[in-house]
């Protein structure tokens, strides 16, 4: 335990910062992280000596932020992401003001959490490509050092790439080769299985957001093969750092509705962007009219519920529960699409990757995508065991039994991954024939738009109802009631930041015109708070 002070003391906590573990873990300026990342070490080691030694991954990235911006984020034993119970002890040890009360804080979660001091630990962990990234690590390796947890350093890369890793450790192989290179093959060989005697309708361009992806992408593509997988890639300078998301990735294209400056522009090709640490993924193109069209999460999830549909009722697996997960911000045109043309149950739950996750845990076959593009599907372990042990009557059945079994390997099924789910969409869309346009024309979006106001306290808007309907203040969740009234297809919500003081604002209806006026008439409400 005194190695933990004498550590601790080269990285002192910045006086007066207050910090807060939430979905995307810790995220700031990357010049106020060095204690952060420091504990965060030593909060890894405990949660592997409380799981009995299982590995833990820690991923150092801010994701889509501003290249000043870095962060960090635990990752459990299955991949997924840090169990809520344990988000307050790393703000407990993140805000702990002295060496001494770090110690004291450290050895409560050990009572607490109850947890063998002598347990073994272990913990791997990466970073994506920003410049901070470095010495962000050797913080949290001076941690992991002080407190003798065994760890293995992989490098640089993608957020999604951690997680299956983790997974693959502690399954002990089951779900994968614990390498990047495992990796590349286990996508690879399903994506050439699924692409058997289809091809692409010409090449995929893709926006790497001058992150991560754009190497990892090139290195996934050498083991496919030029044959297999025809793309063009932009946006890919990893040795620029003031590069990074700066006018290009899946976060600009969603929330400014156009494509990155400078993309070649070809109507009716196939363009797709991911984010900084691609772990999202926006497809979009550009029509004869030369209108942009976007392709979001909404609209994968629609295309990945369809194929897998499609999939299970030709491979004669009929009683399949395949079911879709969306938040608030999910278009209603989609919902209705999901509903009533595929004829697939929809659930909605509150903002935050963990929410869906844990929904889709509850079907054989559960789909989820947040609009901003980070999704994955997930397959029950009954579901995969049925696929595996399922025997076809006929080639046909043979053939699609073949593609379904291949695509809960194209998937990583840990965490959305724009790698992953870029191939995924390519497959769906080579087994259809479809063209963007054709994807695009199976439901029409109704106009929407999302407005962030500035409150004095965001604290003050609480939510229910998967974060559609405000309980408080009081009164006003009525108010903006009685404005959706008044339009046809009209509905809107207000849900405070979760890393802002800000209140986010998201409006549809029938036209473009009364979408905008009821988002500024609902914006001029919050704003009176």
Not at 207 to 223: F, I, R, W
Not at 258 to 284: C, E, I, K, N, W
Not at 286 to 305: E, R, V
Not at 332 to 346: E, F, R, V
Request: charged letters at 20%; proline letters at 4%; glycine letters at 8%.
């Amino acid at each position: 335990m005194a190695g933990i002070v004498e550590a601790s003391a080269q990285h002192p906590k910045p006086e007066g910062a207050l910090f807060s573990y939430g979905t995307a873990g810790f995220r700031m300026k990357a010049n106020l992280l060095d204690s952060v990342m420091f504990r965060v070490g030593l909060l890894a080691g405990l949660r592997s000596k409380r799981l009995g030694g299982q590995t833990i991954g820690v991923m150092v990235t801010a994701s889509h932020n501003v290249p000043e911006d870095n962060g960090v984020k635990l990752v459990d034993p299955m991949g997924e992401m840090l169990e809520a119970s344990w988000e307050q002890y790393a703000t407990l040890l993140a805000n702990s003001t002295t060496d001494k009360e770090l110690l004291e804080n450290y050895e409560s979660v050990i009572r607490k959490a109850n947890i063998r001091a002598d347990a073994p630990a272990s913990v791997v962990y990466a970073r994506d490509t920003r410049e901070s990234g470095p010495a962000l690590v050797q913080s949290l390796v001076d941690a992991l050092n002080a407190t003798g947890t065994k760890s293995q350093d992989y490098g640089i890369l993608t957020t999604p790439q951690l997680h299956y890793v983790v997974r693959c450790i502690n399954t002990k192989g089951a779900y994968g080769e614990p390498t990047e290179e495992g990796y590349y093959r286990k996508l690879g060989d399903a994506y050439k299985v699924l692409m058997k005697g289809k091809h692409q309708n010409g090449p995929v361009t893709i926006d790497a957001a001058n992150g991560v992806g754009a190497p990892k992408m090139k290195q996934l593509t050498e083991y496919i093969g030029k044959d297999h997988f025809d793309y063009k890639i932009i946006n890919d300078d990893v040795d620029t750092p003031s590069k990074l998301n700066h006018s290009c990735g899946a976060d600009y294209v969603k929330t400014q509705q156009r494509m990155p400056p400078g993309t070649p522009v070809q109507p009716g090709a196939r363009y797709a962007s991911f984010d900084g640490d691609a772990d999202r993924l926006m497809y979009f193109y550009i029509d004869s009219d030369n209108t942009f069209h976007m392709l979001d999460g909404d609209k994968i999830a629609t295309l990945a519920a369809s194929f897998i549909g499609d999939l299970a009722r030709a491979s004669g697996l009929n009683s399949l529960r395949i079911g879709v997960v969306q938040t608030a911000y999910a278009n209603g045109a989609s919902t209705a699409y999901i509903q009533k043309s595929l004829q697939l149950p929809t659930v909605c739950t509150p903002t935050g990757v963990k929410h869906l996750h844990h929904a889709a845990l509850k079907y054989d076959c559960g789909v989820y995508f947040e609009a901003n593009g980070h999704g994955t599907v997930l397959f029950s372990p009954a579901c995969l065991s049925t696929i595996a042990s399922h025997e076809a009557r006929s080639p046909a059945q043979k053939t699609a039994l073949d593609s379904l079994q291949a695509l809960t390997d194209l998937i990583n099924q840990t965490v959305g991954d724009a790698l992953s789910d870029l191939l995924m969409v390519e497959v769906i869309l080579a087994h259809k024939g479809w063209s963007p346009k054709e994807w695009d024309s199976t439901y029409t979006d109704l106009p929407n738009r999302l407005v962030r106001v500035e409150v004095n306290d965001r604290s003050i808007f609480q939510t229910t109802d998967a974060e559609r309907k405000l309980v408080s203040p009081e009164g006003l969740q009525e108010r903006i009631d009685a404005l959706v009234g008044k339009y046809k297809l009209g509905r809107a919500f207000a849900r405070a930041s979760g890393t802002e003081n800000a209140v986010r604002v998201y409006s549809e209806s029938q036209t473009r015109g009364e979408t905008d006026e009821l988002a500024m008439k609902v914006r001029d409400l919050v704003a009176q708070f």
